[in-house]
């Protein structure tokens, strides 16, 4: 299954994947949101996933595909190959993560990979893994949001935190409202469970 917010990759990576014998293309979603449904409509073997989309980003879709599904392989593709993207795909349970620029042998040997449950990474990724620094909890928030987020976690009140950091309310709720847009969740209370999660 495709999941791209431009319909004119999805098509190309459809004929593309056409042409890979023993490989049928199930499906097709143009944001997160739209994949969850699509997953489980079709119940694919591997979805191709972007990252950086409208509504629902790739990253919160894999995490809730294979909350539901997790038979199902995640293949992130992605013109974005910054090291946090990266980490916090894996962290979601993407088992690959290849450049839109792949060539159609790279995306047909990782889709062999992941549908046997093996991870594959583009060339020269796998090598920046292992040589960053220790990552943050949640490499997708700022340092100020995730010490936002631990504070929620703590219990506090927007205005707490406003004290605390010496911020205007204003700027707390905004990063709240970013921290929110970025985990997926909809809540204080989802918030505080997710940060709980990470050890924050």
């Known amino acids: 299954m495709i999941v791209d917010d431009h319909p004119l990759f999805r098509d190309g990576l459809r004929g593309l994947l056409e042409s890979i014998p023993g490989v049928e293309v199930a499906g097709e979603a143009g944001d997160g949101a739209e994949a969850v449904a699509v997953v489980a409509e079709t119940r694919p073997d591997v979805v191709l996933m972007d990252v950086a989309m409208p509504r629902t980003n790739g990253i919160t879709a894999t995490r809730e595909i294979l909350a ?8 992130m593709i992605s013109m974005v190959d910054e090291d946090a993207s990266l ?3 894996l962290r979601a349970g993407a088992l690959g993560y290849l450049r839109k620029d792949a ?4 995306v047909r ?9 093996h991870a594959v990474l583009a060339p020269g990724l796998a090598r920046r893994l292992l040589t960053a620094p220790p990552s943050r909890a949640f490499d997708e928030l700022t340092v100020r949001e995730e010490e936002v987020l631990r504070m929620i976690a703590d219990g506090r009140t927007n205005e707490e935190i406003a004290a605390s950091l010496v911020l205007s309310l204003k700027t707390v709720r905004n990063h709240v409202s970013n921290i929110y847009a970025k985990l997926g969740v909809a809540s204080r209370t989802q918030a505080a469970i997710r940060a709980r999660e990470a050890g924050l």
């Open 68 to 75: 539901r599904h997790p038979e199902v392989a995640v293949l």
């Open 87 to 89: 980490v916090a795909a």
């Open 103 to 106: 060539t159609r042998d790279d």
């Open 109 to 117: 040997t990782a889709l062999d990979a992941v549908a046997r449950g």
